[in-house]
């Protein structure tokens, strides 16, 4: 692995590798947040007495972390925000090591960051998703020797943070992205103690044979130094996962700038790391210097891994088919700024999915994800910004080196990722007035050749750039079969084209849009208008929802009902695919994008198999079926509470489940048993066709898995049989009212009152008096703004223990209200 020398100058640290220390706090309470900038840093840390009125700028208390954009992002009616942001606190300073180091470590702020204690400017960064670490050492001690510590701080230290994530041609990622730039300190923020010489990062290099027989590892090390001390005592031990030692070494050696490398052993026979199997070893580093201690733990994994040339993955000398998803860092209301507790939430429900494998969608993400892929076990694709728009100049250029270092670095020691992917869809132009492939390619190699120096052990990767295809190790082209182009059936034809283009082939970004709530009698129907044989890739122009060729993204309903039969197609395709090493389906959650204000939920990208606040779609079951080996089983419907037809028509009924057999019951009656078998298509043989009554029907399955166990599933569903006209009258009305909460209902009528259950229109929710609306929630229940699906959408208000008045507003329709 190339090193780089850490740089000292005027006391300060700024270095992006990440510290383990054993004093570490989040900074997460007492913080204040101004939007918009400020004359200069004088204006965040003057003297200000309390309740005067002539004090401004106003600014707002805010926990840590925090997005700028945690709800513009998806704001119907304005761009969301991008410009400066500041934060301020004080900190109490209270480092036990004799003149010990105080650090701030950054696990990620967005986009451009300056870092001041009081006036004094001590740290800047640029890049979002990287990891970084100012020391404010030197600062603090002048500070404390200041009047102002003592009689306007009373012995605290004013610390300021400027975020910026204004747009920036020359730095990455680009703002054509298709997923937001946010800005602020949306990941945690910690102040790290440290003795004056400490483990600033130890690489543990893990590998093993196919055979699993050997394990080698190559331990190599960085310090903390900045003052310069000259003999430090190093020891490491290994140690198996639960916890006994392996092994040991120690020594005391002269102080090393750069990287060392310190230990080379072997165990044998390890246990293997695997998706089934996440076990993890641990190495412990100790140094001590002029008689203070720091203590450095890594976790890490031994496996072997191959991408076959011309075949499928290998892990551990098998076959592994890689069945994967991709993640954004975007949850409802607080945009970028998730908690530890929902990126857990997240991870573990992609695991409940059956995933083993993810694709970090297109950055850098939080140490807490690849955390949980490494104990969870799910192998990764992790990836730099460079995402759109073309080539920069060299501080473009210097970024991307820098933020590819970085990852590598930081996330080095994972026993989780096996590709650090160099670019995506860098075949799309626009900021820059050049657009040159050969300085484009120039470039991209430059990169692969740095990601191999820095770390020979993993593959690289890119997807969707043909020109660039020959560089990396794996490529994954733009299939997106039955969505931008082409049928879903042309799936695996398609793949197989593309797997015979190049050596290694991994597929990453399939799927397609659906809005939760929304089902159809006819999903497939937009299928008959689209060209077959012409390519499955996606083109400019095709995520538009106006003009060009027919395709299902544009001509289609945007229901539930097309989502799983797309995915269930593909997923059975995948089964009978030998040659094939994987494939993720885009994404796993919906996230919020500034280029689709027109979709259902604007400024949405709602490809996610589950909502933007974790409510899960009806497709996140039929992948369960595929993938997952606890029994399961889920008849579809359960967001569908009113299906339409003739009196006496067969409706088909499906169920999604991973048991043997399944019997289906509508309204207490069996309607005979089914074999499951995954190339029947759909629901792997599991479906019914059944004639609903008139009204309420209720459906049960029980399942039935090999050893005998049994799962079961039940719905209620109303079966209309009546005929809608045009849409006439807009319907309001409260359903339920749970601690000050009350959910609201709009429903489309005909001038007869019947339900008009195709209905798509845009309805816009009101609110006045004393509640407040939930809404720029980015999810089809959350937002003032919204299509309908199937006649009706719902959203909350908190009702503030008072009154209000709804409304519900539609073009060519009388408004509607509700007193509230």
Same mark, same amino acid.
């Given at each position: 692995?190339?090193?780089?020398?850490?740089?000292?100058?005027?006391?300060?640290?700024?270095?992006?590798?990440?510290?383990?220390?054993?004093?570490?706090?989040r900074?997460?309470?007492?913080?204040?947040?101004?939007?918009?900038?400020?004359?200069?840093?004088?204006?965040?840390?003057?003297?200000?007495?309390?309740g005067?009125?002539e004090s401004?700028?106003?600014?707002?208390?805010?926990?840590?972390?925090?997005?700028?954009?945690?709800?513009?992002? =998806?704001?119907p009616?304005?761009?969301?925000?991008?410009?400066?942001?500041?934060?301020?606190?004080?900190?109490?300073?209270?480092?036990?090591?004799?003149?010990?180091?105080?650090?701030?470590?950054?696990?990620?702020?967005g986009?451009?960051?300056?870092?001041?204690?009081?006036?004094?400017?001590?740290a800047?960064?640029?890049?979002?998703?990287?990891?970084?670490?100012?020391?404010?050492?030197?600062?603090?001690?002048?500070?404390?020797?200041?009047?102002?510590?003592?009689?306007?701080?009373?012995?605290?230290?004013?610390?300021?943070?400027?975020?910026?994530?204004?747009?920036?041609?020359?730095?990455?990622?680009?703002s054509l992205?298709?997923?937001?730039?946010?800005?602020?300190l949306?990941?945690?923020?910690?102040?790290?103690?440290?003795?004056?010489?400490?483990?600033?990062?130890i690489?543990?290099?893990?590998?093993?044979?196919?055979?699993?027989s050997?394990?080698?590892l190559?331990?190599?090390g960085?310090?903390?130094?900045?003052?310069?001390?000259?003999?430090?005592?190093?020891?490491?031990? =290994?140690?198996?996962p639960?916890?006994?030692?392996?092994?040991?070494?120690?020594?005391?050696?002269?102080?090393?700038?750069?990287?060392k490398?310190?230990?080379?052993?072997?165990?044998?026979?390890?246990?293997?790391?695997?998706?089934?199997?996440?076990?993890?070893?641990?190495?412990?580093?100790?140094?001590?210097?002029?008689?203070?201690?720091?203590?450095?733990?890594?976790?890490?994994?031994?496996?072997?891994?191959?991408?076959?040339?011309?075949?499928?993955?290998?892990?551990?000398?098998?076959r592994?088919l890689?069945?994967?998803?991709?993640?954004?860092?975007?949850?409802?209301?607080?945009?970028?700024?998730?908690?530890?507790?929902?990126?857990?939430?997240?991870?573990?429900?992609?695991?409940?999915?059956?995933?083993n494998?993810?694709?970090?969608?297109?950055?850098?993400?939080s140490?807490?994800?690849?955390?949980?892929?490494?104990?969870?076990?799910?192998?990764?694709?992790e990836e730099?910004?460079?995402?759109?728009g073309?080539?920069?100049?060299?501080?473009?250029?210097?970024?991307?080196?820098?933020?590819?270092?970085?990852?590598?670095?930081?996330?080095?020691?994972?026993?989780?990722?096996?590709?650090?992917?160099?670019?995506?869809?860098?075949?799309?132009?626009?900021?820059?007035?050049?657009?040159?492939?050969?300085?484009?390619?120039?470039?991209?190699?430059?990169?692969?050749?740095?990601?191999?120096?820095?770390?020979?052990?993993?593959?690289?990767?890119?997807?969707?750039?043909?020109?660039?295809?020959? @560089?990396?190790?794996?490529?994954s082209?733009?299939?997106?079969?039955?969505?931008?182009?082409?049928?879903?059936?042309?799936?695996?034809?398609?793949?197989?084209?593309?797997?015979?283009?190049?050596?290694?082939?991994?597929?990453?970004?399939?799927?397609?849009?659906?809005?939760?709530g929304?089902?159809?009698?006819?999903?497939?129907k937009?299928?008959?208008?689209?060209?077959?044989?012409?390519?499955?890739?996606?083109?400019?122009?095709d995520?538009?929802?106006?003009?060009?060729?027919?395709?299902?993204?544009?001509?289609?309903?945007?229901?539930?009902?097309?989502?799983?039969?797309?995915?269930?197609?593909?997923?059975?395709?995948?089964?009978?695919?030998?040659?094939?090493?994987g494939?993720?389906?885009?994404?796993?959650?919906?996230?919020?994008t500034?280029?689709?204000?027109?979709?259902?939920?604007?400024?949405?990208?709602?490809?996610?198999?589950?909502?933007?606040?974790?409510?899960?779609?009806?497709?996140?079951?039929?992948?369960?079926?595929?993938?997952?080996?606890?029994?399961?089983?889920?008849?579809?419907?359960?967001?569908?509470?009113?299906?339409?037809?003739?009196a006496?028509?067969?409706?088909?009924?499906?169920?999604?489940?991973?048991?043997?057999?399944?019997?289906?019951?509508?309204?207490?009656?069996?309607?005979g048993?089914?074999?499951?078998n995954?190339?029947?298509?759909?629901?792997?043989?599991?479906?019914?066709m059944?004639?609903?009554?008139?009204?309420?029907?209720? @459906?049960?399955?029980?399942?039935?898995?090999?050893?005998?166990?049994?799962?079961?599933?039940?719905?209620?569903?109303?079966?209309?049989?009546?005929?809608?006209?045009?849409?006439?009258?807009?319907?309001?009305?409260?359903?339920?009212?749970?601690?000050?909460?009350?959910?609201?209902?709009?429903?489309?009528?005909?001038?007869?009152?019947?339900?008009?259950?195709?209905?798509?229109?845009? @309805?816009?929710?009101?609110?006045?008096?004393?509640?407040?609306?939930?809404?720029?929630?980015?999810?089809?229940?959350?937002?003032?703004?919204?299509?309908?699906?199937?006649?009706?959408?719902? @959203?909350?208000v908190?009702?503030?223990?008072?009154?209000?008045?709804?409304?519900?507003?539609?073009?060519?329709?009388?408004?509607?209200?509700?007193?509230?």
């Open positions: 692995m190339k090193r780089f020398k850490l740089v000292f100058f005027l006391g300060l640290l700024v270095c992006s590798q990440y510290v383990f220390a054993q004093n570490k706090q900074l997460t309470q007492n913080w204040e947040y101004l939007k918009g900038d400020l004359g200069g840093i004088w204006e965040a840390v003057r003297p200000v007495k309390e005067n009125p401004v700028p106003l600014w707002e208390k805010v926990n840590l972390p925090h997005c700028f954009n945690a709800l513009d992002g =998806v704001d009616d304005v761009n969301y925000y991008q410009g400066p942001g500041w934060y301020r606190t004080l900190l109490d300073l209270k480092n036990p090591y004799t003149e010990g180091r105080s650090l701030l470590h950054f696990e990620g702020a986009q451009k960051t300056q870092v001041y204690i009081y006036d004094k400017k001590v800047e960064h640029v890049g979002g998703y990287d990891e970084w670490t100012a020391d404010i050492t030197d600062a603090v001690n002048a500070f404390k020797k200041t009047e102002a510590f003592q009689k306007q701080f009373k012995g605290r230290v004013p610390l300021s943070i400027r975020c910026d994530n204004s747009r920036d041609l020359e730095m990455i990622p680009s992205s298709d997923f937001n730039v946010y800005g602020g949306y990941r945690y923020l910690n102040l790290v103690y440290t003795p004056k010489v400490a483990i600033d990062k690489f543990a290099a893990a590998s093993v044979d196919a055979k699993g050997l394990g080698k190559n331990i190599s960085r310090l903390l130094n900045p003052e310069g001390i000259d003999t430090v005592s190093l020891k490491i031990e =290994v140690k198996d639960e916890g006994k030692t392996l092994g040991s070494w120690e020594n005391q050696m002269k102080a090393f700038n750069g990287d490398t310190l230990w080379e052993t072997s165990v044998k026979n390890p246990r293997l790391w695997s998706p089934e199997n996440p076990v993890l070893y641990t190495v412990q580093t100790t140094v001590t210097a002029r008689g203070t201690t720091h203590v450095h733990t890594e976790k890490i994994g031994f496996r072997n891994f191959e991408f076959v040339k011309k075949g499928p993955f290998m892990l551990n000398g098998k592994l890689l069945r994967g998803t991709h993640r954004h860092e975007d949850h409802a209301g607080v945009a970028a700024a998730m908690t530890e507790g929902m990126i857990r939430q997240e991870m573990q429900m992609m695991k409940d999915m059956g995933v494998f993810i694709r970090l969608g297109h950055y850098q993400q140490r807490i994800v690849l955390d949980l892929c490494d104990s969870l076990g799910i192998l990764v694709w730099i910004p460079w995402c759109r073309g080539l920069g100049g060299e501080v473009y250029k210097e970024q991307g080196r820098r933020m590819l270092t970085n990852m590598i670095e930081q996330h080095y020691n994972h026993a989780s990722v096996i590709i650090w992917g160099l670019g995506n869809e860098n075949d799309w132009p626009g900021d820059f007035n050049e657009f040159d492939e050969q300085k484009i390619r120039t470039f991209m190699k430059e990169l692969n050749d740095l990601s191999h120096k820095l770390d020979p052990s993993r593959k690289t990767a890119i997807r969707r750039c043909d020109f660039c295809k020959d @560089i990396v190790d794996v490529y082209p733009s299939i997106w079969a039955g969505w931008y182009r082409g049928i879903y059936t042309e799936y695996k034809e398609a793949s197989k084209k593309e797997f015979e283009r190049v050596d290694h082939f991994l597929h990453v970004e399939w799927g397609g849009d659906s809005h939760a929304r089902h159809s009698e006819s999903p497939d937009a299928l008959s208008v689209v060209q077959t044989g012409v390519g499955t890739d996606e083109r400019d122009g995520a538009s929802l106006f003009g060009g060729s027919a395709r299902v993204s544009k001509d289609g309903d945007w229901s539930e009902s097309y989502i799983v039969n797309l995915i269930d197609w593909h997923l059975k395709e995948q089964e009978n695919m030998p040659w094939l090493t494939a993720a389906y885009w994404p796993f959650k919906d996230f919020s500034p280029v689709r204000p027109d979709n259902p939920v604007p400024y949405m990208n709602q490809k996610g198999v589950v909502e933007r606040d974790f409510t899960k779609k009806e497709a996140y079951y039929v992948f369960q079926s595929y993938w997952t080996k606890t029994p399961m089983v889920h008849i579809y419907g359960h967001s569908w509470p009113v299906r339409w037809g003739d006496g028509e067969q409706k088909m009924v499906k169920v999604y489940s991973n048991c043997a057999e399944a019997e289906l019951f509508l309204n207490g009656k069996s309607m048993k089914k074999k499951r995954s190339q029947s298509y759909p629901a792997a043989g599991l479906k019914w059944v004639k609903y009554q008139p009204g309420k029907n209720e @459906i049960k399955v029980v399942a039935t898995a090999k050893d005998g166990k049994t799962v079961s599933d039940e719905i209620v569903q109303e079966y209309q049989t009546a005929k809608w006209d045009k849409p006439a009258r807009l319907v309001l009305e409260k359903l339920s009212e749970k601690d000050n909460i009350a959910v609201i209902q709009v429903k489309l009528l005909d001038k007869n009152n019947i339900l008009c259950l195709d209905a798509r229109s845009y @309805i816009t929710f009101g609110l006045t008096g004393d509640g407040k609306l939930i809404d720029d929630q980015g999810t089809s229940s959350g937002s003032r703004k919204v299509q309908l699906y199937n006649g009706r959408a719902v @959203i909350s908190d009702l503030n223990k008072g009154k209000s008045v709804a409304s519900v507003k539609a073009d060519g329709l009388p408004s509607a209200f509700v007193e509230l």
